[in-house]
């Protein structure tokens, strides 16, 4: 009985947690649309960086850099993440 109790508040904060949670704008398609490039990038950035810690040629970890480099440049043009 006590596993039922438990199931249940777990439901119980689940839905206050989704409750509480203040409404969000819609956004544009522009919007929509730069979000996913940024998260694109910042997922390639993340591999990136990765894979330059793991490299063991120079000149592997030197095109490594370079492309850190770029993906950063890209980032930057996007423009500061918004939160909302």
Known sequence: ??????SKDVEYQQAEKERAK???RALTPEQRD???RRRTLELS???ARADCAAATS???R???EQAIGALED???????ASTG
Do not use: D, Y
Not at 1 to 6: N, S
Not at 74 to 80: F, H
């Open 34 to 36: 730069v979000q996913a």
């Open 58 to 60: 120079a000149a592997h």
């Open 22 to 24: 203040p409404p969000s």
């Open 62 to 64: 030197r095109m490594l």
């Open 45 to 47: 950035l993340a591999r």
């Open 74 to 80: 890209q980032l930057g043009r996007l423009g500061p």
């Open 1 to 6: 009985m006590a596993r039922g109790f438990e």
